[in-house]
């Protein structure tokens, strides 16, 4: 158990919908990452957040969008959504343990747009 | 701008048999480099990463990879492979700072024959 919790595990939904992934990071990390994994495009990097700012942004699309709460855990929403948005999502989180920053990933939601 | 290769999608290697996967870079500026693994149906987990610091680096599960600067090289590298290391395995390059804006790589689907 990697300590990042994401939920849901599975989502099924239609095109053109809007849906929220979220994730909850190991318990004192302040950076979120959300990656992308799918069939034609394999693992790609979508933003990071640390601290409640976005801190880097990489192949997120204008309909995709992130933000990270207070308490830490970050939200991706995916709007307008198509069938080339059925994918892998993941979430990573990272933080500094004995002088060495590791990150940890949790075990994805995978959606499925019919 | 960064990229990375993987030469071979699938390797397939015997149990106690030497592991050898390769992954070259390309990168305008100095890189930081990791190796990821996503056992089946399984979220990702960082195996090691190279920071500038030494370019022998040893990671978790007994893999080690080294950096080569003048080859772009940095294959990863495991002396006796076991059962539970069928996995696919994801070299990836980064930029600016640790994690940030990563570019995996297509990745290598690893078997291990009895």
């Known amino acids: 158990d990697s300590g990042v919790t994401q939920t849901p595990k599975h989502l099924i939904t239609a095109t053109g919908q809007r849906v929220t992934l979220r994730c909850s990071p190991r318990s004192g990390d302040l950076s979120v990452y959300w990656y992308q994994q799918s069939l034609d495009q394999g693992l790609q990097f979508l933003i990071q957040y640390y601290n409640g700012e976005e801190r880097a942004k990489g192949n997120i699309l204008e309909r995709f969008s992130a933000q990270q709460f207070p308490d830490l855990h970050s939200e991706l929403n995916l709007s307008s959504l198509e069938l080339g948005d059925s994918a892998l999502y993941f979430c990573?989180?990272?933080?500094?343990?004995?002088?060495?920053?590791?990150?940890?990933f949790g075990p994805g939601t995978r959606l499925l747009v019919l | 701008a960064q990229s990375v290769t993987q030469l071979g999608s699938h390797v397939s290697v015997s149990e106690g048999a030497l592991v050898l996967l390769r992954c070259n870079y390309s990168?305008?500026?100095?890189?930081?480099l990791f190796w990821y693994v996503q056992y089946p149906n399984q979220g990702l987990q960082l195996l090691l990463k190279?920071?500038?610091?030494?370019?022998l680096v040893k990671g978790i599960n007994g893999f080690e990879a080294e950096f080569k600067k003048s080859e772009t090289s940095f294959h990863l590298t495991k002396p006796s492979a076991h059962m539970s290391d069928a996995a696919e395995y994801f070299c990836?390059?980064?930029?600016?700072?640790?994690?940030?804006?990563?570019?995996f790589g297509p990745g290598t689907s690893l078997s291990v024959i009895p």
């Open positions: 990836a390059v980064s930029g600016e700072t640790s994690y940030d804006k990563v570019i």
């Open positions: 990573a989180s990272s933080g500094s343990y004995r002088g060495q920053e590791t990150q940890y």
């Open positions: 190279y920071t500038s610091a030494a370019t």
């Open positions: 990168s305008s500026v100095p890189p930081y």
